[in-house]
Nanobody
Framework: QVQLVESGGGLVQAGGSLRLSCAAS????????MAWFRQAPGKEREFVAV????????SYADSVKGRFTISRDNAKNTVYLQMNSLKPEDTAVYYC???????????????WGQGTQVTVSS
């Protein structure tokens, strides 16, 4: 079992940048696929990015491709989401999640953090 804690959210102007972190507990972090999802008010939770065990494979939602970068440091049990060129439509609660399979499907993920708020002002 793994526990996840996100940090790094906040308020930023459009065009700005933020880096989210997700710290995981437990000795088996490197065995998990890690992903970021987000949920805006009144909307369903949606996929943002996913990264493989070693970090060698990543996948992004079309809406963030070229602006966001997911990475991981298995020595620190941490996954990151670097967000550049932020837009007001990126405003949401961002969640990290862990699973054993490389997937974009929110229902497949077994472990979730509590979320961190990102607000982008225009």
């Amino acid at each position: 079992q793994v526990q996840l804690v996100e940090s790094g959210g906040g308020l930023v102007q459009a065009g700005g940048s933020l880096r989210l972190s997700c710290a995981a507990s437990g000795p088996t972090f490197s065995r998990y696929i890690m992903a970021w999802f987000r949920q805006a008010p009144g909307k369903e939770r949606e996929f943002v990015a996913v990264i493989s065990w070693t970090g060698g494979r990543t996948s992004y939602a079309d809406s963030v491709k070229g602006r966001f970068t997911i990475s991981r440091d298995n020595a620190k049990n941490t996954v990151y989401l670097q967000m550049n060129s932020l837009k007001p439509e990126d405003t949401a609660v961002y969640y990290c999640a862990a699973d054993s399979s490389f997937t974009r499907i929110v229902g497949n993920y077994d472990y979730w953090g509590q979320g961190t708020q990102v607000t982008v002002s225009s």
